[in-house]
């Protein structure tokens, strides 16, 4: 008698081995997308405690919100506001590669959000228009603001992404490659200018800006946009979203005294 073998014919191994293949082509892109919202999640999650942790500060303080960076840029608005966190990691997103440069340990730790901390001329002098912001008494003529200088608190960004490996990616095209300004000086806030760029990009979200403009001169300006395009926003009330950044500043354009625009969410002057 004959003795069958048993076992895959060369064909059969080949088909078995082409559907392991389409099913990991569809797969991997689900768990891929399944594992970019987590770390979304998660750094909405930071940026709500961040905002709680701003909001117990200003009950703390009058209701005026902490000083972006002071004229000597430190204690930056992080620093303020850690002992009511009392965890580093809620300053970090998880899709923010933190890689400390050689020597720039007195920049601090680096974090990954920033503050609105917009500088504009209302008319007779340059002045905040934002909320935490930077403070140059030979310059600027408002350094702090008061919740209830707020108009629409809860339509107002308090915080937004500005991941440290944004701000070294322009620091370097700067000529600063081992600078880390994320929590230092100009690097952890906003101030709407192309003027701080070598601390790490500071340009507003601008919606009427070509997409195919390189950070930080595109849409995004420097918020970093690295979760599905979208980044996370924190909001004067303390809640935090998700949003795409050009949302925030649909019609874009500059601050020169004028009326504020009614859909820009970093202006503090709406009512």
């Known amino acids: 008698m004959k003795q069958r073998r048993i076992g895959f014919t060369l064909i059969e191994l080949l088909v078995v081995i082409a559907i392991i293949a389409i099913l990991a082509a569809i797969l991997f892109p689900v768990f891929a997308q399944a594992r970019e919202k987590a770390r979304a999640i998660s750094c909405t999650s930071n940026m709500k ?3 709680t942790s701003v909001m117990m500060y200003v009950q703390d303080y009058d209701e005026v919100f902490p000083i972006g ?3 000597a840029w430190w204690p930056s608005w992080p620093t303020l506001v850690q002992p009511y966190v009392k965890n580093l990691q809620v300053f970090r997103c998880p899709d923010d590669s933190f890689q400390q ?3 720039s340990d007195w920049a601090g730790v680096p974090i990954s959000y920033a503050s609105n901390g917009v500088i504009y001329w209302n008319g007779s002098s340059n002045a905040m228009l934002g909320v935490m912001g930077m403070a140059q008494g030979g310059w600027l003529s408002q350094t702090v603001t008061s919740l209830a200088a707020v108009g629409k608190p809860a339509e107002t960004v308090m915080i937004a992404e500005h991941h440290n490996k944004d701000v070294l990616k ?3 095209a700067n000529g600063s490659p081992s600078s880390n300004f994320s929590f230092f000086a100009p690097g952890s806030l906003f ?6 760029d070598g601390y790490g990009g500071s340009e507003l979200p601008d919606g009427t800006l070509s997409l195919t403009l390189a950070y930080p001169r595109g849409q995004d300006g420097g918020v970093s946009a690295h979760h599905n395009d979208r980044a996370n926003f924190t909001f004067c009330d303390g809640h935090a979203k ?3 950044p050009s949302s925030t500043r649909p019609h874009g354009g500059g601050y020169n005294g004028a009326n504020p625009v009614v859909d820009d969410m970093w202006d503090t002057r709406r009512n």
């Not at 101030?191 to 701080?196: E, I, L, P, Y």
């Open 49 to 51: 405690q961040l905002g």
């Open 191 to 196: 101030t709407c200018g192309t003027g701080w």
């Open 101 to 103: 440069p050689a020597g």
């Open 242 to 244: 998700s949003m795409k």
């Open 69 to 71: 960076t002071p004229d």
């Open 170 to 172: 322009v620091s370097t």
